[in-house]
């Protein structure tokens, strides 16, 4: 059986299975309560049994009231097509295709930008992530949080992912300020208002709970279904570890030092500059009473070295300053009501 078969017949096998009692005609004016919002690359295999999933689930918690954004990041295999098979048998599946793959982080932000939901759910398309979840995240979010974050307890995942993952976690919670135990879980649920406050980008899709608490968002999570992965293989290489570090410094500063630059390089050059101040005062005085020479003492060139190194720290903090104060997003703010 060639592609172009395989994809019809995934359309008629959800086509039969839809009920036509609870499609929205289009133009219908009613306000979504629920957009899910699913990044993916190659999972031909899982979008059919995915849709049903999320139509029975989506349906007993909101009704006729949701849409499900699918968003192709540069897919080679016949994903989009089985979509448009979806979309034809019911307009509430929905999908933006990307010309290559650009990463998670855009495809989460075009669907955030797209989503009308007065609740957003993120997902991942490989079946791992349990729509059943749905439900429970909803409650969540509707006991007043902003925020919901999947914790996959039991994961089935190799050691050579779990092991990393709990490092990781551990050291962004401490360097974020907030304590979760898997920022990385797909599964997630956002209010309208906090999803499209988020400005994700690069890989910062593993640090939206941070970003949110540093927002002011008040953040949970709650413990969801893993499940094994049951067709293809993980699109995330090793490469996501060291990105992942350089991602969380990223997130760091641009959290607690964005409007204040000169507070951190401001504190790392006057340490630098108290240090070698230090160290060749402490060298004049022994060459005052003439116990060295400081033509001989590399540690005299050290401390000419930290003040130096201080000194730039301190003008980098300044021109940082100079560029907030004349940036047009200076006065950008997260706003949580007005009367």
Same mark, same amino acid.
């Given at each position: ?49 995915? $849709?049903?999933? =999320?139509?029975?689930? @989506?349906?007993?918690?909101?009704? *006729? +009231?949701?849409?499900? &954004?699918?968003?192709? /990041? ?85 050691? $050579?992912?779990? =092991?990393?993952?709990? @490092?990781?976690?551990?050291?962004? *919670? +401490?360097?974020?300020? &907030?304590?979760?135990? /898997? ?99 402490? +060298? ?56």
């Amino acid at each position: 059986m060639d592609n172009k078969e395989q994809t019809k017949d995934y359309q008629t096998q959800f086509k039969g299975s839809c009920d036509s009692g609870t499609r929205v005609a289009e133009g219908d004016d009613e306000k979504l309560k629920i957009s899910v919002v699913i990044p993916l690359l190659n999972e031909e295999e899982s979008l059919v049994e995915l $849709s049903e999933k =999320l139509e029975k689930h @989506l349906t007993l918690v909101a009704k *006729s +009231l949701w849409e499900v &954004i699918f968003v192709d /990041d540069g897919s080679s295999d016949q994903s989009y097509s089985i979509i448009t098979g979806l979309n034809k048998s019911d307009k509430r599946f929905k999908a933006i295709r990307f010309r290559r793959n650009y990463g998670k982080s855009a495809a989460l932000s075009v669907g955030f930008e797209r989503a009308s939901g007065d609740i957003i759910i993120t997902m991942d398309a490989d079946l791992q992530d349990d729509p059943a979840e749905i439900p429970n995240l909803v409650s969540k979010i509707e006991q007043g949080y902003d925020l919901v974050s999947g914790w996959k307890m039991k994961r089935y995942d190799p050691i $050579s992912k779990t =092991l990393p993952s709990k @490092l990781f976690n551990r050291v962004t *919670s +401490l360097a974020s300020g &907030i304590k979760l135990h /898997d920022f990385n879980c797909g599964l997630k649920a956002y209010r309208r208002d906090c999803a499209k406050s988020l400005h994700v980008y690069g890989e910062m899709h593993r640090f939206l709970p941070a970003l949110a608490h540093q927002d002011g968002f008040l953040v949970t999570e709650i413990v969801v279904q893993h499940h094994p992965r049951k067709h293809g293989h993980s699109k995330f290489g090793t490469a996501r570890f060291f990105n992942g570090f350089f991602d969380l410094i990223t997130v760091v500063f641009v959290t607690r030092f964005f409007k204040k630059p000169l507070h951190l390089f401001g504190l790392f050059g006057f340490l630098s500059v108290f240090c070698g101040l230090a160290i060749d005062g402490y +060298l004049l005085v022994e060459w005052l009473l003439g116990n060295t020479y400081l033509s001989n003492r590399p540690l005299a060139i050290f401390g000419l070295v930290l003040i130096v190194v201080g000194i730039q720290f301190i003008s980098m903090g300044l021109i940082g300053e100079m560029i907030v104060k004349n940036s047009p997003m200076t006065n950008v703010y997260s706003i949580r009501e007005t009367i």
